[in-house]
């Protein structure tokens, strides 16, 4: 475990929502992070504090769950080791019940957070949500000692989404769908980073699906003569902390991205 780092996590705790949302999240990418201490405490926050009975908020309020903080939460306790705890499997089923990808759906979610921030299941569902919700199923699939049959379901629905976009481009013009979205970052935040779009890819199978061609020869190109790749966006939120900063090479993102533009396997 890399010990600079470590301690730049570890230093201060504050009892905030969001503070503790992006240190769990962080958390979720170290080695044996769940043993650690202050791992336990930003847990113990979370589940007490931001589990609203039928899933994650990002406020505490029921109002306020919404498919991105939803998906990032359980993928970091699916990462930590608690795939098969009660507060998962809940939002694993509030996505189930309520989640929607294709335009055109409906939800029956009742809360107005939905509403408030940016629309996140209107007709044309917010893509944020729709990928982070993906890469969470997809983790969750992978964690979790028995997943249902209806998970792989939703997973399918959401990828045939994200490859008729190309991972990352809108359907009317062919530009990116979202800013920050053809940027790398590590850890997640709240934006959709490229290097999430490639780990979809990867986890779920498709790093050489023909969707990915657009993806793959903009990662190439962006790529240093040394062959890795930098930070490119740094999210602004208290207790989130960049692994490399604004660093021109990141072992973190450049690992990720070479698993995907590599692959000689299917993953899924």
């Known amino acids: ?12 705790w504050k009892p905030v929502p969001l503070y503790n949302i992006w240190r769990l999240i962080a958390l979720s990418e170290l080695d044996d992070a769940f043993e650690l201490i202050y791992a336990q405490q930003v847990i113990d926050y979370v589940r007490e504090h931001l589990f609203c009975e039928v899933g994650f908020s990002f406020t505490g309020k029921r109002d306020d769950i919404v498919p991105c903080y939803n998906a990032m939460i359980l993928e970091a306790l699916c990462k930590l080791g608690l795939a098969d705890s009660e507060e998962v499997e809940v939002a694993v089923n509030w996505i189930r019940q309520y ?18 921030y940016g629309g996140c ?12 919700t993906v890469k969470a199923l997809l983790v969750y699939q ?3 000692s028995k997943a249902a049959p209806w998970v792989a379901e939703l997973i399918e629905n959401g990828m045939a989404v994200i490859k008729q976009h190309q991972f990352c481009f809108r ?8 800013k920050h979205i053809m940027e790398t970052a590590f850890p997640a935040s709240y934006v ?12 779920s199978g498709n790093s050489n699906d023909e969707s990915t061609a657009k993806m793959k020869q903009y990662l190439l190109d962006i790529r240093d003569d040394a062959g890795m790749w930098g930070v490119m966006y740094q999210y602004k939120g208290d207790g989130y902390i960049s692994f490399d900063g604004g660093k021109r090479q990141s072992p973190w993102i450049t ?8 692959a000689e396997e299917s993953l899924g």
């Open 121 to 132: 299941l209107q007709a044309t569902p917010c893509y944020i949500g729709v990928a982070k």
């Open 255 to 262: 690992d990720r991205l070479n698993r995907f533009l590599f």
């Open 99 to 116: 989640q929607f990808f294709a335009h055109g759906g409906m939800s029956e979610w009742d809360g107005r957070g939905i509403l408030k």
């Open 192 to 203: 959709l980073s490229i290097n999430e779009l490639a780990e979809i890819a990867w986890l």
């Open 1 to 12: 475990m890399n010990q600079d780092l470590l301690v730049r996590l570890t230093a201060e």
């Open 142 to 144: 992978r964690t979790a």
């Open 171 to 178: 359907l009317t013009n062919g530009k990116p769908i979202s």
